[in-house]
């Protein structure tokens, strides 16, 4: 009983999305398959880490200085390098105390949760978020209530609901900045608007900072931790990703990692991270003026940080496409594409029989993308991408003294012109 009750109620995360789709790729198609599905930049050459942290791992595993187990939290050069980084951007000093070493972000949101639940409690977390916090929320039996984040207002908290849904059991909210999947920067203002209500509501920020300083619009990344004085914040961030993957062979930060990390923060030079900036922003900016192409497909707020864009889908120009789980299926079989759909209960619905249930984030007939891929693939993508909309899109033809038999596609008209509906 239990395997089948957990296949189709157990939350997932945005990976399982991303293999359930590519099984239903297309085997006849020879192109190579494209995913746009997962942020997973350091497997691109043009994202590849820095030599001085691939040099710093090495020489830590030949001094023989890191091979016993590590204290639990970490050991002290490591996390006293980490809170000289961090306290760069402060106006007060971190100490190494102040630090919890963890195997990357994941673990570290898994162990703040598991330390705040309790029976009864419960946690506000975004929509749109991040699916494995809610997945760790719901694992420690913390009740979930969700907050929205609004498109129209770059992505921002709204703080009103954020008033109206805790309550004296609400332990925590959660912010992801940059955003994942919003890809918003949140100004100092908005920053310690939010700091003053969790403040007003007793409770604790857990500030999602992964892609800290990864930022390419007008809002500079401002941290989470500046606010500490108004209200308890806990940050979780992570070194990057290509690192971290290198050596996972236990539940905890492997010590030779944690030997590398006072070297590679100290040495790693401002052109490696300005260079994987550079590169993003113009992706997006390539993935900004494609999709504008594409009248199906609406960005409303271009993303200024992280490297995911929420693409709301306008369903009424497409026809044979009911939502946006059928749009990433076809578009996985007729294209070799991937794209993940925003919604969970769409998914369901294709899960709960097939495979099970998921979780993206959270909203209904919206895509999610990442740009951070090698700019052939992104070009490629798009452009296959552009062809599935032009072949799904409603076909209409003018009517009146103008272009009786032209038919065209419905995003290029006005409406109110005399537009009839060919079927
Ligand atoms: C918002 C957010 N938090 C946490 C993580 C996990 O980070 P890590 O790979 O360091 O565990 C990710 C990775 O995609 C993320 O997007």
């Not at 062809?387 to 006005?414: E, M, P, W």
Request: aromatic share 8%.
């Amino acid at each position: 009983m239990g395997t089948n009750v957990l296949k189709t109620e157990t939350p997932t995360s945005i990976d399982d999305a991303v293999y359930f789709l590519k099984e239903n790729l297309n085997v006849g198609d020879h192109r190579p398959s494209i995913s746009f599905g997962f942020g997973d930049p350091s497997c691109f050459e043009c994202f590849r880490t820095t030599p001085i942290a691939e040099d710093a791992i090495v020489e830590a595993v030949r001094s023989a200085k890191f091979n016993s187990y590590a204290p639990t939290g970490g050991i002290l050069p490591a996390r006293r390098a980490v809170a000289d980084y961090l306290s760069r951007d402060l106006p007060y000093r971190l100490s190494p105390d102040d630090v919890y070493l963890t195997l990357g972000c994941n673990q570290a949101a898994e162990i703040t949760i598991e330390v705040l639940a309790r029976p009864g409690a419960n946690i506000l977390l975004p929509r749109p978020g991040y699916p494995d916090i809610e997945a760790y929320a719901i694992f420690n039996k913390l009740e979930i209530r969700q907050f929205d984040l609004l498109p129209e207002r770059g992505w921002e908290v709204d703080l009103d609901t954020i008033e109206a849904m805790s309550d004296e059991s609400t332990v925590a909210m959660v912010i992801i900045n940059p955003g994942n999947p919003s890809g918003c920067v949140y100004t100092y203002n908005h920053l310690n608007k939010i700091a003053e209500t969790a403040r007003k509501l007793g409770i604790v920020v857990i500030a999602d900072e992964v892609y800290g300083h990864l930022v390419y619009g007008g809002n500079p990344f401002v941290p989470m931790s500046l606010f500490a004085t108004i209200v308890p914040v806990i940050t979780l961030g992570s070194i990057a990703e290509s690192i971290n993957k290198l050596l996972v062979y236990s539940p905890f930060p492997p010590t030779l990692i944690q030997g590398a990390i006072p070297q590679i923060l100290e040495k790693t030079t401002q052109g490696f991270f300005s260079k994987t900036i550079n590169i993003l922003r113009k992706n997006l900016d390539i993935c900004y003026d494609k999709l504008k192409e594409i009248p199906c497909m609406m960005i409303t707020q271009k993303p200024e940080g992280a490297f995911f864009a929420m693409v709301k889908l306008k369903l009424l120009l497409l026809e044979d496409i009911e939502d946006d789980m059928e749009f990433c299926l076809k578009l996985a079989k007729e294209e070799s594409l991937i794209i993940l759909p925003g919604d969970r209960e769409a998914r369901n619905i294709y899960f709960l029989t097939n495979f099970h249930a998921g979780v993206t984030v959270g909203l209904k007939n919206w895509l999610l993308m990442t740009f951070a891929v090698e700019y052939s693939s992104l070009e490629d993508g798009l452009g296959r991408l552009k062809s599935f909309c032009q072949r799904h899109a409603k076909k209409y033809t003018l009517t009146g003294s103008t272009a009786v038999d032209q038919q065209i596609h419905v995003g290029t008209l006005n409406l109110a012109h005399g537009v009839e509906k060919l079927k």
